[in-house]
């Protein structure tokens, strides 16, 4: 069952690498980084409960938590850099 | 087969924006390959500095230095291309002497020290996770060292880029810019603010829990960090230098260094050698604990203080260049501006 779940969620993560290496818009690309963050926080649990290792659960909550702030931080930049856009096309 | 995939295409593309994306997703590949090679500590380093900071950062200089690859003269192009196929060359030499994956044979199985690490280091400190040990106390002076070395880097930041000042010394206070977008996004607001405070409580328990799982101080502070850059991008960096002062921030990187050399030196005082915790306590296990925690302690506040400095100059250049953008800054901010994108290019 772990290895059917780790198996699709593979193909998940290689769909959404081809989205964010495909482009086309910058919108495109920071859903493809977050889609693959989330099935990296699945893939990273479900790699732990078929190991031995329960700790691994750790990072993945580490991830859920973390890529929160990157995601933020992705956004506020491309609105910052519009804003500069549009600032330096109105000078 | 992901990994070179995405490489490549980080290395070709001349938009930064698009590198550093992907350089993201770079980030979260590796560490899924860590947790399948079992090394959780790794695992989770990557997944501390990978998914937040990193970005962060690397959005932040493009900020400040604008974001699209100039081409320069070829010679150098030429230079810089040679130089890094053969450090390539040379790794993948390497590589060739390092033994096969899973290898019975390999020194990793049959090292002695390998062996004695693994059969007495639980036994010896009471710790179940090894790799804290190993990192605090049998390797204490190495430790120590890179926390030295995080302590350099932010100096070196600070005295690379500094905080911005105007040419009379005072601070560039001013943001306008930069608070005023935050009023819009309400949603946002309300979700952080209910998030902020998990993921300081979880460094928190990272940093205590090193000894029992993966983690401790070099996690738990990036985690920590990411918890504070999470509310300066919410609040906005006027609004957070006025709760997390830069200054207490800038002791804070000595204060966490001067913690780790300062239970060294206690240790020598007590009589042992340097970083010999087993004198904290009459009971050498104990005085062990106490030691790798107050370490670790230490570790994590440097740490904290450093990214939380280094975000602080970045944003100052940003501001400075927002304020200039916005046309009423004051010529000397504007020419220095320039001056350091000519720099940055």
Redesign the interface.
Known sequence: MYSVASLLLLVG??LA?WR??K?PT?FD??L??NV??TA?VL??SV??FM?T?R??V??A???A??????T???L??V???E??KR??AS? | M?LL??AF?ACVTRNL??AA??F??FS??S??LF??L?A?DV??TE??VG??VS??LM??T??VTG?SVRPGPKGRQMLSAAVAVALGLTLIYATLDMPKLGDPTAPVHTDALAKHYIEVSPVETGIPNMVTPLLASYRGYDTFGETAVVFTAGIGVLALIGRRRRKDGSLVEDGK?EDA?VEKHRV?RVV?KQ?IP??LL?AGY?QAHGDF???GGF?AGV?FA??L??YM??VGIDEAERVLKPRVMELLIAIGLLIYGGVGVINMLQGGAFLDYTTLAHDGQHGLHYGILAVELGVGITVTAVITTIIYAFAGH?RA??VE???HSDAPEGAQAQVLEGEGA
Do not use: C, N, W
Not at chain 1, 65 to 70: A, E, K, N, R, V
């Open positions: 993560m290689g690498l964010a290496l482009g910058v690309r920071i493809a980084v693959f963050g990296t893939m990273v790699i732990g190991g290792s700790d691994l750790d990072i909550l580490i991830y938590l973390i890529s929160f702030t990157g933020m931080a992705v506020r930049f609105e910052y850099d804003d500069r600032a330096e000078r | 992901f995939a995405i295409k924006f698009e994306m992907l993201g997703i979260f590949l560490a899924t947790v399948v079992d959780a695992a989770m997944a501390a998914a937040g970005t962060i959005l932040s493009l900020a974001h810019g977008t946002l952080s998030l998990a993921i979880y990272v799982g993966p983690g996690q985690i990411s918890g850059m999470l991008l919410l940003m260049r927002q953008g916005h046309g």
